[in-house]
């Protein structure tokens, strides 16, 4: 080995021009083998006053470049035309014309020099990513904001902006205000709760930290990268988030909790205590500032889409838009309740479980929703072999084996409202969780079109109809569960 | 000037990148597709023994139901090998033309464990699970078939558990919970409420 590399090196020295071979070699196989293992895209996020949209980033000669024409495709009437070396856009009254290998565009008749290289690819402009904060307000006629950093690019005055407020009360509420509605995707992990904006043009508070003094909520903190806006919260407990004003604002809290042991007014009091849960056995938690009588637990959310419904449609779309219905008729019927997922959220089902049995409400209804059949069928758990519940100590998952007569009277008169309104109705039993780890009433609801068409599924009416239907269901199951709301 | 030589073995060893690099795109293609189509091979060879009647529990979309069909099919005499038959037997009409409960092309029954004492442990395939559509009713109407199929001709089956490629799976296509073990009376009775 010693004598094969002093020869290389003997080699090398004798030719210089040998070593400019060998590392081009070097840089084709590097190149060769990278496409292969790259994952990590790069993307630029676009906000317009009437759409956002993501680019894709390609890497040309070390440096970031992105498709013109996509860049301004969307926001208004663009066509372009290629002359040999020459590319011409134009996008609505305006030409701009950029050429190969320039760094300087004829746009609206000024020359604009940018940083980099204009790059002709089979017809296909290509510019540097840093200089779309120069070439847009030109060619656009409008003020751009851009942030080659983050990779995010505002044009006009779009921004959504952020004011935070914590309220020290018992438990303390952090109370987000947001200039237009927002709908991120929320993330709950030990000790915070994560809010990631990819469709709004959220900008930063006044600082990337903000601190509350709380010992619950201690602070908060904003990031950008990628083309996508991060808020998080940290939290020592268990958060939640809940929206309301249309979605622009978003309140988190502690996660609705009371002492271990009976909940006061739940149907038996002294009997069944709450069953532990896998992930937080024990722990002392603060008492809840408001008695939930109702949980409504909208179905998938997040990664999990639930059944494709349609091309276009997701179970997880329709449940949440269902569960929000039935909160407003719940409420409406002076039952105060709690959704689980108020947003695009991922919720295991053992969490939807944790919140729901922390919560000690008297009736917990999961909303579903399937493109085959038509009404409604209405579940209570069928519970798995084993898990013997003594005295105290409840198995996980048969903690439901002492409610289920409870839950089959509530699916009962929630089904028989179904076939009073002449919505066609089905009361079964199913393995479905979380049913069987809930130490209160549950009940599962699965909307399937009322006709032929799954699309129907999205009918405002219908939709009300299910809602409304429930909501007339509990609050006349109220006496037999034994607590008034 | 680079040396003649250093010029020929550049140019080979691009020539050999090249080359690699149609091989690999071309191993990786062939790679892609024997997934699906190993999917609808057969796992085992067709059952040998008596014809016997056995009742298979079929799931009915339209009506939302299991119903109980008669069928005459080979076979053997060991117990873990006839409940495997008794599988396939409801998966082939599945899997028909005229099935009234579609499933996947390639859904199998990769082996059923009969564990003393009453606990039978069914192994699916993933094309049944991957393939199989979302939603409470139909992924129930599945699950409960399978299992009083079993119980209904295996007597002795009290417990059914469930698995896809030899793993615990939570559910089987986003509702029907696959990480508990199914009591069977209680299928049975979920079974006679749904007629």
Known sequence: MRYFRQKAALGFHRDSSSRASVRLLILILIAAILPLHSTDEKHIMIYAPNVSFSLPITDRDGREYVSLLECVEPLGTVTTRTDGLHWRLHYNDGDSEFTAGKNRAKIRGHDVDFPGNFLLENGRGLVPLVSLGTLLPRMLGAPVSFNPVSRRLFVGNVATHLTAQLSHTTPPRLVMNFTAPVNPTIATEPGRLRMTFTREPLVAPGTPTLTFGDKAIPSATYAENNGVAELTVNGTVPLMASFSNDGRTITVAPTPQQPAGPAPGTPAAGGPPSAPSPANPAAPVPPSPRHYYAVVDPSHGGDDRGAALSDTLAEKDITLALARRLRQELESRGIPTLVLRDSDANLSVDERAIATNTAHSTIYIALHAASDGRGVRVYTALLPSGGENNGPFIAWDTAQERFVPLSKVAAQVVAAEFQRRQISVRSLQAPLRPLNNLTTAAIAVEAAPPGTDVMDLNLPAYQQNIASAIATGIAAVHNQLGVAP | ?195
Do not use: C, W
Request: avoid cysteine; charge should be neutral.
């Open chain 2, 1 to 195: 000037m680079i040396p003649r030589h250093l010029q020929i073995a550049v140019g080979i060893l691009l020539l050999a990148v090249l080359g690699m690099g149609f091989y690999a795109g071309r191993v990786r293609g062939r790679a892609k597709q024997p997934e699906a189509a190993a999917d609808a091979r057969p796992v085992a060879p067709p059952a040998q023994g008596p014809t016997e009647r056995v009742t298979l529990y079929v799931a009915n979309d339209a009506a939302g139901i299991l119903r109980a069909q008669a069928a005459a099919i080979p076979l053997p005499s060991a117990r873990q090998q006839r409940a495997e038959e008794l599988l396939r037997a409801l998966l082939d009409i599945y899997v028909s033309k005229d099935s009234p409960h579609p499933l996947a092309a390639g859904s199998e029954v990769r082996a059923v464990y009969l564990v003393d004492p009453g606990l039978a442990v069914i192994d699916l395939n993933a094309a049944f699970a991957n393939g199989h559509r979302s939603g409470v009713l139909e992924e129930e109407l599945t699950v409960t078939s399978l299992i009083q199929t079993l119980a209904a001709n295996l007597p002795n089956t009290l417990r059914v558990k469930i698995l896809v490629e030899g793993k615990e799976r939570e559910t089987l296509a986003g509702h029907a919970d696959l990480s508990a073990t199914y009591d069977t009376i209680a299928v049975s009775q979920l079974v006679a409420q749904m007629q």
